[in-house]
């Protein structure tokens, strides 16, 4: 079939490739979902699937299924890491058709990720039910396993910040991103992010505001319809979690969430329902009010100062890239160059999820044509060895022999340095210039 | 399951409504093709996990993976691009012809003047490097030049504020894909 547009038979063409290459391991079929043992309970599952599901789960009596099925686990010194803690708070959210609450859960990464999980409560766990085409509508509650899983296979371990049915920050000591408010829009009542029937809007639709505002925090607002109500939120972490039907902008699901700090003056914006957020900080109180799904201020009685921005430290600059002596390796295929390997001695540790080692490719041309970026993100020690991957160097029509990088590490940790003009945290390493070996050639990107 | 050999023809059937949808709420056809590429890499690595024939749902689905990742750039500044990588793939490269047609088709011309006016909500930062982004379609290196700052940084700033503006680009769209 022909495209309109160049680019998309292009991108066909990658993808005929790989749709054809055999034995992916992201294609092996997944295992059949264990099932409950059956027996007494067959009776049981009937009056479920009748449609007693909700009702039965009113009482607290509902049957618990197979363990939602944990996507591939990353390693515990890589993207979002693996579970150290986990704790489901006493927090519970009415779901507006009643039956099993919802809840949320704490988990704690080895790389120092906090990450909030949203879903129903039975019997003190979390999890998902079996309704509205999920588990084939066996009726019967799926708890989460231990693990968090990002939100699709392959799903970012460059953020690692988006897990199925909720999100992570970083943890309280970092100078950014260490609280959230986020929200997930038009999901299914029966919680089951990626395990579901994958269904247009319906009238089961949720729209779901929750976050974690850190320990100053105290209250949050929100709008329920055309009227405003507000909660108080867990003390310490400053969790809260709003269920409501999902409103008329819902039309599919989705997720999306707005960072920020524990400082009250550089909290996270309001998100979802949330209209405004109040801190109480060492005896006085203040307010951050926005509405994100109109985009409107709201006026509130005391706003929150602007926190200070930091001063840019900039002495460990010079001497970090003086010590930097990235080496280049070419990966080189039929006689073409289809990837530069950019390897270098860490100057810093990578410890976490707050920190990272980056190459930016600059783009070249009118359009900024090939620019490119490629993230280190594992744990590394001071002087291991650090492998960037930039692919197709030499595609780009104006960067035939040619390509400028950037090598930056980039921290969240409050102590961080930063590069004169670059972000808070941001550190230039070394800027190099990527040659093609004489005698070889760029590959083309693939077409 | 889904079926693999179903997915070209899938991939067929929505490419241009993704790549237009994606396009719509960038105003970027550059940025658009990456996050194209991005979903569909997603979408195939997703496939397997698909358990409905019904066209309508799968669409849903898709369009659900291709607002994941039109949020991720919208927060981090820069397409995702972990399913290519993982799948060796390689986003297209788009020659200008190819990128002014991407753009024409979704109408971002069309919009341009609204979008002036929406500059003024913005704080100085974001509307000066969406000014010269989309307005003044500079590329981003030029961006950072002219405003004495990183690419990266040059290109945060114009996802934060397409960010900004996401809830006045979807009425200027009329809920358009």
């Known amino acids: 079939m022909s495209h309109r547009f160049r680019a998309l038979e292009a991108l066909e063409s990658e993808l005929r490739r790989v749709v054809q290459e055999p034995s992916k391991p992201a294609h092996r079929r997944l295992p059949a979902p264990r099932r409950a043992r059956w027996g007494l309970l067959l009776p049981i599952a009937c009056v479920l699937l009748a449609g007693g599901t909700l009702a039965l789960a009113a009482t607290g009596v509902i049957l618990t299924g197979s363990a939602v099925p944990a996507a591939a686990p990353v390693g515990p010194a890589e993207g979002i890491g693996v579970p150290v803690s986990s704790r489901l708070l006493p927090m519970r959210a009415k779901d507006p058709d009643g039956g099993l609450p919802w809840g949320m859960r704490i988990v704690e990464t080895s790389r120092g990720l906090v990450c909030a999980q949203v879903g129903r409560v039975d019997n003190g766990q979390l999890g998902e039910l079996g309704i509205d085409g999920a588990f084939n509508n066996d009726g019967l509650f799926h708890p989460f396993p231990a693990a968090v899983a990002q939100s699709f296979p392959g799903g970012s371990t460059e953020d690692g910040t988006e897990i199925e049915g909720g999100t992570c920050t970083l943890g309280g000591s970092t100078a950014w991103g260490s609280a959230v408010a986020a929200e997930l829009w038009g999901i299914d009542r029966n919680a089951a992010f990626a395990h579901g029937h994958f269904s247009p809007k319906s009238p089961q639709a949720r729209d779901i505001s929750y976050g974690l505002l850190g320990p100053h925090a105290s209250r949050v607002s929100y709008s329920e319809g055309s009227s405003r109500d507000s909660e108080a939120v867990a003390p310490g972490v400053g969790a809260y979690l709003i269920v409501q039907r999902a409103g008329p902008s819902s039309d599919r699901e989705g997720s999306g969430e707005a960072p920020g700090t524990q400082i009250p003056g550089a909290g996270p914006g309001a998100d979802g329902a949330v209209t405004s957020i109040t801190y109480d900080q060492n005896g006085t109180s203040c307010e951050n009010g926005y509405d994100a799904r109109n985009g409107a201020t709201v006026p509130v009685a005391h706003a929150c100062l602007p926190a200070g921005a930091p001063a840019p430290p900039v002495q460990a600059t010079k001497a970090s890239t003086s010590r930097l002596h990235p080496s280049i390796q070419f990966v080189v295929r039929a006689g073409r160059v289809t990837a530069a390997e950019i390897s270098f001695a860490a100057p810093f540790p990578v410890r976490g999820a707050a920190q990272n080692y980056a190459v930016w490719s600059k783009g070249c041309g009118t359009r900024g044509e090939g620019a490119d970026a490629a993230v280190f993100n594992h744990d590394v020690a001071k002087g291991g060895i650090v492998h960037l991957l930039l692919k197709y160097p030499f595609a780009a029509r104006c960067s035939r022999a040619q390509r400028s990088v950037e090598i930056l590490f980039d921290s969240s940790a409050a102590d961080a340095k930063r590069s004169p003009g670059r972000s808070p945290g941001q550190l230039l390493l070394a800027t190099a210039t990527i040659t093609l070996p004489r005698g070889d050639l760029g590959a083309p990107a693939p077409h | ?177």
């Open chain 2, 1 to 177: 399951m889904a079926d693999p050999e179903g997915f070209l023809p899938f991939y067929q059937a929505e490419a241009e409504a993704v790549l237009m949808f994606l396009t719509r709420r960038t105003l970027d056809g550059e940025v658009a093709l990456e996050l194209t590429a991005e979903t569909f890499a997603q979408a195939w690595l997703g496939w397997p996990r698909v358990r409905t024939d019904s066209e309508e749902e799968m669409r849903a689905w898709l369009f659900t993976i291709a607002r994941r990742q039109l949020g991720r750039y919208l927060r981090r500044g820069h397409a995702q691009r972990d399913a290519l990588r993982r799948l060796g793939m390689q986003t297209p490269v788009a020659h200008e012809d190819d990128l002014a047609a991407i753009e024409a088709a979704a109408g971002v011309e069309a919009v341009r003047p609204e979008l002036a006016v929406e500059l003024e909500r913005l704080n100085s930062d974001q509307r000066d490097a969406l000014q010269l982004r989309v307005i003044e379609e500079m590329p981003y290196e030029e961006v950072a030049v002219r405003l004495g700052i990183s690419e990266p940084t040059a290109r945060a700033r114009v996802s934060r504020a397409l960010r900004a503006m996401q809830r006045s680009l979807a009425v200027t769209w009329g809920g358009a894909r």
